[in-house]
């Protein structure tokens, strides 16, 4: 395929990456790569998703992988992988002779393998310099859903509608759904039969980089699962902790062990990130160590520092990310040209196992099936975001009292700038549009 083909049917589709961010995927093609990595690592614990995905529909992500590679004339396709997901490796294996580009890179069971940079170090040896792009080091890297999406406009014309979400916690049964864009995640809940317990909390995201949410909040292009846990769980009482009580308990109890800088995933490919400098400059007040500060800026927020590493059960991550944005309110950015230290000979017995940090965050209880339902919900209103990726948003060109049909453009994007088109997930008639969100009801 042409490259502007492949990019225009991308940004058509709105697909982003499904799994993040939500970076437009057309805008990641780039001659230069010489790797395409599909990132199966699943790197949160309690997400089935990308596995099952991958599981069902091994054989059209990976012809759409080869087309990609071929398209930019890169010379290999990885599939990164835990050798766990075994029903998702043996659907790989088994078209891995129709493909010839396509290998299988396997990953350790550890967290947080999903970050694209681990993932690149893990599957090619390749070290990602501090602030640089994967572009830098010949890769490119898409997440299992974002490539399903990616298939599905080139084949059938299909834009982005929908969203895999795996919903699991205290639920009657946990499940993998397939949800229109601007369903509620109080609709979710109750298609996986309902709350077990009472008194409980809506986590948006996985346990480690989610965030505390509402029955009321929806379906974007980047949900990646809904876990509801009760008030009283560890990952809720982490983030309702206050930012001031935080920065005051590093005054009090930060006993400088180095543990937190020891596990840094980041820290450990050389990156000029060390946690504990970081918390010594908050609990003494001392603003002069510019290299701890500005170290802030290669912190992923994988949240090891925080929910596994201190033995104090501090907040590294919080603290990290508060100064990351005093920074940028100040105009302070990131160094550039800034080049990783060589990996260290002991990160391999640094990495943090994926069982061990389930126990740690008392998860053991929910992380059971959550079977893929491969069937498009039917949903009576949807509240269509018109920003669902990095970028400008979308801008609506429906106005009330429209009628839709499923897979219209509710949401156009502006051609020179970046950005997507969103789509109405099912027939209906515009209720309301503002400069956020377009409301169809069916």
């Known amino acids: 395929m042409e490259f502007n083909k492949l990019s225009e049917i991308m940004r058509k589709a709105g697909v982003v990456g499904a799994g993040g961010a939500g970076f437009p ?24 998703l990308h596995r099952q995905v991958l599981a069902r529909y091994a054989k059209e992500i990976m012809m759409t992988l080869q087309e990609i590679a071929d398209t930019l004339e890169a010379s290999s396709v990885i599939i990164a992988i835990k050798p766990a997901y ?13 493909y010839k580009k396509v290998s299988i890179g396997y990953l350790p069971e550890i967290y947080p393998a999903g970050d694209e940079v681990v993932t690149i170090y893990e599957t090619t040896g ?54 229109p864009l601007g ?45 509801v846990m009760p008030k009283h769980a560890y990952i809720i009482q982490k983030r309702v ?46 603003s002069s160590d510019t290299a701890a500060f500005l170290g802030a800026f290669s912190c992923s927020s994988c949240g090891l520092c925080e929910l596994y590493a201190c033995g104090q059960a501090l907040n590294p991550r919080t603290l ?70 990095i970028g400008a948003p979308s801008t609506a060109c429906v106005a009330v009292g429209d009628s839709v049909k499923y897979m219209d453009v509710v949401g156009a994007f502006t051609p020179e700038k970046l950005g997507t088109a969103v789509h109405a997930p099912f027939d209906g008639k515009v209720v309301e549009v503002n400069d956020q969100f377009v409301v169809i009801e069916a």
């Open 320 to 389: 990290i990310g508060e100064i990351k944005g005093k920074l940028r309110q100040n105009g302070i950015m990131p160094p550039r040209g800034v080049e990783a230290k060589p990996v260290p000979e002991n990160r391999e017995y640094r990495k943090v196992p994926m069982s061990r940090l389930i126990a740690r965050l008392g998860l053991e209880k929910y992380d059971v099936e959550a079977p893929l339902v491969d069937v498009e919900i039917k949903s009576k209103k949807a509240k269509i975001k018109l920003a669902q990726s």
């Open 86 to 98: 075994k029903e998702a490796v043996e659907a790989v294996k088994a078209h891995l002779n129709e």
């Open 241 to 286: 902790t206050p930012i001031t009580i935080s920065a005051k308990r590093a005054m009090a109890a930060c006993c400088q062990c180095h543990v937190c800088t020891d596990l840094c995933s980041r820290h450990l490919l050389g990156h000029p990130i060390e946690p504990h400098k970081l918390m010594r400059a908050v609990a003494s007040g001392v």
């Open 126 to 179: 390749r070290v990602v310099n501090p602030g640089a792009l994967p572009i830098t080091v010949g890769c490119i890297v898409y997440n299992v859903e974002t490539i399903y999406n990616v298939y599905r406009a080139w084949k059938e014309d299909a834009p982005v509608t929908h969203k895999f979400i795996t919903v699991a916690g205290e639920v009657k049964n946990p499940c993998t759904l397939k949800a």
């Open 25 to 48: 995927s057309y805008a990641k093609l780039n001659m230069a790569a010489d790797t395409i990595i599909l990132n199966c690592a699943e790197c949160e614990p309690l997400l089935k």
């Open 183 to 227: 369903m509620t995640y109080g609709e979710l809940v109750k298609l996986a039969g309902g709350t077990t317990c009472s008194d409980t909390v809506i986590f948006a995201g996985g346990p480690m980089t989610g965030f505390i949410s509402s029955e009321s909040d929806i379906v974007t292009k980047t949900s990646n699962a809904i876990l």
